[in-house]
């Protein structure tokens, strides 16, 4: 309790005010149940960046790098079989000179 008056700096009454509105609002139930809740996500929070801090301060002999997932879709993607599709008529590679033109 005194870290929490220290960093707000709140003294005693101050305090005393907020937990009496605090249970008029939530009723006395489910103020346990709130600081449960409360202490659950601070667990997490506290969790979450000590792994975070953990992960940059980890040497780089620890750092392993993984493919991308996608990469490894496409490696294992089987391809389906193509068909070939109908010859296009043959056209000669020299079209004959047309003999009409005037000279």
Do not use: Y
């Amino acid at each position: 309790m005194n870290i929490l008056a220290s960093l707000f700096n709140l003294g005693g009454p101050d305090l005393l005010v907020i937990l009496l509105i605090a249970l008029l609002l939530f009723g006395a139930k489910k103020l346990p149940e709130l600081a449960r809740g409360m202490g659950l996500a601070m667990k997490e929070f506290h969790k979450a960046k000590d792994e975070f801090d953990r992960e940059v301060t980890k040497p780089a002999s620890e750092v392993t790098v993984q493919p991308a997932a996608n990469t490894l879709a496409q490696k294992t993607e089987v391809p389906a079989p193509v068909t070939p599709a109908a010859p296009a008529p043959a056209t000669p590679a020299n079209p004959p000179a047309s003999t009409n033109l005037p000279s």
